[in-house]
C-alpha cells in the first residue's frame, strides 16, 4: 500500500520561512519523480515544484522561483520543499505527488492527503 505523508505545515507571517517534508513508502522512491501542489479555496490545482528521480533536474512554477526550494533523499524516502519569503497568496493545501516526469503534471500517479500552509500578511 502505498502512502504519502506530508508534515511541516502551519501558520507563519508573511517573510517567513516553512519546510514541507513528505515521507513515502510502499513505493520504489526512487523510480519516481516526486512533486509538489497546492490548491486554494476556489482555485485550480497548481504545480508548484517537481524533482526527477535523481534529483537532477528541477521544475517550479514562475511565482515560487528564487523563494522555494524542492530535493529529494532517495536514501530516506523523502522529499522536502523549502519555503522561503513566503507571501500571503503561497495559502494553500500543500500535498506531494509522485508520477513519471514527463507526465507531470497532468498524470500523477499517487498523491499524499495535503498539509495546510497559511501566511498572515
Known amino acids: 500500500q502505498v502512502q504519502l505523508v506530508e508534515s511541516g505545515g502551519g501558520l507563519v507571517q508573511a517573510g517567513g520561512s516553512l519546510r514541507l517534508s513528505c515521507a513515502a513508502s510502499g513505493l520504489t522512491f526512487s523510480s519516481y519523480a516526486m512533486a509538489w501542489f497546492r490548491q486554494a479555496p476556489g482555485k485550480e490545482r497548481e504545480y508548484v515544484a517537481g524533482?526527477?528521480?535523481?534529483?537532477?533536474?528541477?521544475y517550479y512554477t514562475g511565482s515560487v522561483k528564487g523563494r522555494f526550494t524542492i530535493s529529494r533523499d532517495n536514501a530516506k524516502n523523502t522529499v522536502n520543499l523549502q519555503m522561503n519569503s513566503l507571501k500571503p497568496e503561497d495559502t494553500a493545501v500543500y500535498y506531494c505527488?509522485?508520477?513519471?516526469?514527463?507526465?507531470?503534471?497532468?498524470?500523477?500517479?499517487?498523491r499524499g492527503q495535503g498539509t495546510q500552509v497559511t501566511v498572515s500578511s
Open positions: 505527488a509522485a508520477a513519471a516526469w514527463l507526465k507531470l503534471p497532468r498524470v500523477i500517479d499517487y
Open positions: 524533482i526527477n528521480w535523481s534529483g537532477g533536474f528541477t
